[in-house]
């Protein structure tokens, strides 16, 4: 039999899929892959009931339909003061994931160089690779994961084609500051470069703080991609709607790429979260709001443990340090063990590095039901006692 792809027959299965598996499998509590529960808007349910009923059933246009992308639209301009052409710089796609690879699919040329900023999200990589871009990996260190700028800086060369910035950012719960962005936005300016700004946890953040498109900044609004994501904004990752707003001449050979990966993306869906888009202020603020609260449940209750936690901005994500705990084994063993011997899963946050040496942490989704809260916890204060 002739060999299948390289890049893909060499990826192993991703590990939110292995990790839902075996908590399935072990009847544990799933505290792994990221997903909320209880939090889905009853109005969203509704309108995507009414829309199957009634229509849109058939194809929208590949763009999206125009009332998702008016709402797109307005809700650049609500949070963030960007004035964006519904018809000529927003495309609806199926969920963030299909968003980033149209957009590293119809930029990159091969032997592009793509910087990557480690901890990563697991389709980056494959999807880079696959669409011929050369990665240069920047790492951020544990347990502040700030920006190194001097290696930043050292990544970028004339053969930088476009960096990928996750902020909110999984899994590190790290929300780039001003600073930050205008450091980066500085070198785009400098090498010519364009940014993928992959912002699907840009409503889930905590303390009072505020999320920041990169694309807000002087010069930046040709140079930036901006993904959203409903699954995140309204709790509904099964829907997988996400959208891209980028200049026209970035738009363009993005659409290309989504027009022969997916066309489409379920009209009916993209009906509810246009409504869902334009809910009042009291929706996004309840949003962060009950999420900071499970967070919080869950830090003081891993922290009762043992656990040593990292400090988190944003999305749905809580690191903590295992060492405190003294297990014989790094964080992939951890989280089999803990999932199959205390009934509880969570991911290894070596999972998000191309060679993992940083092998002592582990991440718990905070976005669960209190009782689920309440239960992992139980189990795990339970099993720890018991050693
Ligand atoms: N980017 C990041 C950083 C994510 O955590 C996720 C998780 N779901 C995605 C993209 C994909 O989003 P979607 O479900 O909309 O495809
Ligand atoms: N983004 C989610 C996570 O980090 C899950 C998405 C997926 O399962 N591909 O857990």
């Not at 950012?169 to 962005?181: A, C, I, R, V």
């Not at 993928?196 to 807000?216: I, Q």
Request: contains cysteine; charged residues 20%; negative net charge.
């Amino acid at each position: 039999m002739k060999p299948a792809n390289s890049i893909f027959s060499a990826c192993g299965t991703t590990i939110f899929e292995v990790m839902s598996r075996l908590a399935v499998e072990h009847g544990a509590v799933n505290l792994g892959q990221g997903f909320p529960e209880g939090l889905e808007p009853p109005a969203l349910l509704q309108a995507a009931a009414r829309a199957v009923i009634e229509g849109p059933n058939q194809y929208p246009s590949m763009m999206g339909i125009p009332a998702l992308r008016q709402a797109v639209a307005d809700h650049a301009k609500r949070f963030y003061r960007l004035d964006v052409d519904p018809a000529t710089e927003v495309m609806v796609t199926s969920g963030a994931t299909e968003a980033l690879a149209d957009c590293l699919f119809g930029l990159i040329e091969p032997g592009d160089e793509v910087v990557l900023i480690e901890p990563l999200y697991d389709s980056y990589l494959p999807i880079v690779r696959r669409a011929g871009g050369i990665p240069r990996i920047v790492r951020l260190a544990p347990p502040h994961w700030a920006l190194p700028r001097e290696a930043l800086a050292a990544a970028f060369n004339r053969r930088t084609k476009l960096v990928v910035l996750n902020s909110p950012m999984n899994p590190t719960g790290k929300l780039l500051d001003d600073e930050e962005l205008a450091f980066i936005a500085d070198l785009l300016v400098r090498h010519d470069a364009y940014c993928v700004c992959d912002e699907v946890y840009e409503h889930l953040v905590f303390d009072g703080r505020r999320h920041r498109p990169l694309m807000t900044l002087p010069d930046m609004r040709q140079r930036c991609l901006r993904i959203g994501s409903a699954g995140k904004t309204f709790s509904l990752t099964g829907w997988k709607v996400g959208y891209i707003t980028a200049c026209p001449a970035l738009l363009q050979p993005v659409a290309k790429a989504h027009q022969f990966f997916t066309f489409t993306t379920p009209p009916n869906l993209q009906q509810a979260v246009a409504e869902g888009l334009a809910s009042g202020d009291e929706y996004y603020q309840g949003l962060a709001v009950d999420l900071q609260k499970r967070r919080d449940r869950l830090a003081e209750g891993l922290s009762n443990i043992g656990f040593e936690l990292l400090s988190c901005a944003g999305s749905y994500f809580l690191v903590a340090d295992i060492r405190p705990l003294g297990f014989a084994g790094d964080d992939v063993a951890f989280c089999r063990h803990i999932t199959v011997e205390a009934g509880v899963a969570a991911v290894p946050v070596s999972s998000f590095f191309e060679n993992g040496d940083v092998r002592h942490y582990v991440r718990f989704c905070f976005a669960k039901k209190d009782a689920a809260l309440d239960e992992a916890l139980a189990r795990l204060a339970r099993y720890f006692a018991r050693r």
